[in-house]
Nanobody
Framework: QVHLVESGGGLVQAGGSLRLSCEVS????????MGWYRQAPGRQRELVAH???????TYGDSVKGRFTISGDYAKNTLYLQMNSLLPDDTAVYYC?????????WGQGTQVTVSS
């Protein structure tokens, strides 16, 4: 059975940093693709970042230059380093994995950035 468990969310002031972790079990963290989406109240779900099994990374426009996605494949864990956080980054962050033909999701972790 596949499980994705996020951690590392919390409350931080604007300009601060957080690192989210996504521990993966049941599949390799070097899945076809893995990444992070976020959803804030009243907003559509938004791609934050993803990384393919060839280490090709893609970032949402609103986080480019501030967030970095990476993986520790020995630990089967995906990370999202978030720097220079803004109040608009406040959302629930979800980890996902694609292992064709299936897609898997974590339960989400709340990130709140105060102004």
């Amino acid at each position: 059975q596949v499980h994705l468990v996020e951690s590392g969310g919390g409350l931080v002031q604007a300009g601060g940093s957080l690192r989210l972790s996504c521990e993966v079990s049941g599949i390799s963290a070097r899945a076809d693709a893995m990444g992070w989406y976020r959803q804030a109240p009243g907003r559509q779900r938004e791609l934050v970042a993803h990384i393919t099994n060839y280490d090709v990374t893609t970032y949402g426009d609103s986080v480019k230059g501030r967030f970095t996605i990476s993986g520790d494949y020995a630990k089967n864990t995906l990370y999202l380093q978030m720097n220079s956080l803004l109040p608009d980054d406040t959302a629930v962050y979800y980890c996902f994995a694609v292992q064709q033909p299936r897609q898997y999701w974590g339960q989400g972790t709340q990130v709140t950035v105060s102004s």
